[in-house]
């Protein structure tokens, strides 16, 4: 599935085919240069090479040099035990690194536990865990209800509530206990990370780190650059980006940081699509052909409609210019927030991820047209779908290069990729 859409693995299958055809292993080898030769010219050929480049290019940071001394990291702890919390948490247990997981709750921590052994227990069934390993892992995590136990931290990953007021009440807390020199993270995906830091009195200290759901699986890590995050600490939490086997990117302080700030570009057009005269089905449809692995509206489902209900209700008193499609707050006011809930965007069977179309989506797509007077929707193309949603992220990534949240292009490409 990771290889679908190159030409290579199928000339491999050739080649080997060849090696018994040729009468000589000359004219095999032959063969195998020629075919060698026609991959290297391919645009995936280039893509591939740009890649390769552009992830060693993402640890090298402009104004930070490659002999900043960097600090020990050696304990971390992690505020919340839900699913950002435990994905977080697993990422340092992997890498041999000691957690202790905080929560207000005994059983919110007794089920974050509970989660994070069921994830090993069925890598262990899969075959792609040893058992004594799971162990191991699982003997480096810690759980406590009181911040006393994580004075002595050398890092700290806040994975709480996405709302200002959570977030102040825990950063003025690790700023009174924790130890000095302590790195305090904020896994927040659209808050300012400036006034986080506002709420201590070592703003260089703190940092975003930005894991994306599920955070024990995806290879990205945005880590977000204060005004005053101090070099050091950048540094540092690069190098353990790559401990944890994570690809980091460096943004700046925006709405949004890289990845989301330009996917709600994408998603505005997807929504508008719509109202004009395309399915969910046609849209995910045409993009995946294209090449990418999930279409928005299977990427909305999976990731909680809820959510960017909840963006879109912050942006209408923030931003009351910005325009969407109505069909996204239509869809979760019917309480169709996704595979949580077995239906989305499309509907979905108990237990399974395959996403099946809905008559109750394309009905209220179709009242939604009537209301805003869209009498006749016309037939959009594939083509026309694919440069929309392509070139929505392009634009926004521009901007995001211009405004220097990102400080190379190669940098929005790894946050793609």
Not at 87 to 106: C, D, S
Not at 159 to 172: H, I, N
Not at 366 to 371: D, I, T, W
Request: proline letters at 4%.
């Amino acid at each position: 599935a990771m290889a679908r859409n190159f030409p290579a693995p199928a000339k491999c299958v050739d080649c080997v085919e060849q090696s018994l055809k040729a009468k000589t292993i000359e004219e095999g080898l032959a063969y195998e240069l020629s075919v060698f030769w026609g991959l290297m010219v391919t645009p995936e050929s280039k893509a591939l090479r740009h890649a390769f480049f552009g992830e060693r290019a993402a640890s090298k940071i402009p104004d930070v040099p490659e002999d900043t001394p960097v600090r020990t990291v050696a304990k971390v702890a992690v505020i919340g035990a839900g699913t950002m919390g435990g994905g977080i948490t697993m990422n340092f247990l992997n890498a041999g690194i000691p957690v202790t997981m905080l929560e207000m709750k005994p059983e919110a921590l007794e089920r974050g536990v509970a989660t994070i052994r069921r994830n090993y227990e069925a890598q262990v069934k899969k075959g792609k865990l040893k058992q004594d390993k799971l162990d191991q892992r699982m003997a480096l995590l810690k759980t406590t209800l009181s911040y006393d136990d994580i004075k002595d931290a050398d890092m700290v990953i806040e994975a709480v509530f996405e709302e200002m007021g959570v977030k102040q009440k825990v950063f003025e807390t690790l700023d009174a206990v924790c130890k000095p020199g302590a790195i305090l993270a904020t896994n927040t995906s659209t808050l300012d990370v400036n006034q986080i830091a506002a709420f201590t009195k070592r703003p260089q200290d703190v940092i975003g780190t930005h894991f994306f759901s599920p955070a024990n699986v995806m290879k990205l890590l945005e880590v977000v650059r204060g005004e005053k995050t101090a070099k050091d600490v950048l540094a540092t939490v690069m190098a353990l980006g790559k401990k944890i086997r994570k690809t980091a990117v460096v943004s700046g302080v925006c709405d949004g940081f890289i990845g989301n700030r330009m996917i709600e570009q994408y998603s505005r057009q997807a929504g508008f699509l719509l109202d004009e005269g395309a399915t969910p089905q046609q849209v995910d449809k045409a993009i995946e052909r294209f090449g990418f692995a999930m279409g928005p509206f299977r990427m909305g489902d999976l990731a909680g409609n809820d959510i960017g209900w909840a963006i879109r209700k912050r942006r209408a008193v923030e931003y009351p210019d910005m325009k969407y499609s109505q069909t996204a707050d239509l869809l979760c006011e019917l309480g169709r927030f996704g595979q949580k809930t077995q239906a989305g965007w499309y509907d979905y069977a108990p237990g399974k991820r395959d996403a099946i179309p809905s008559p109750v989506v394309a009905e209220m797509i179709e009242k939604h047209r009537a209301a805003i007077g869209m009498t006749n929707p016309r037939k959009i193309s594939d083509e026309e779908i694919v440069q929309r949603l392509v070139f929505s992220l392009v634009n926004e990534a521009a901007r995001i290069l211009e405004e220097g949240i990102a400080s190379k292009a190669s940098d929005i490409d790894m946050v793609y990729l």
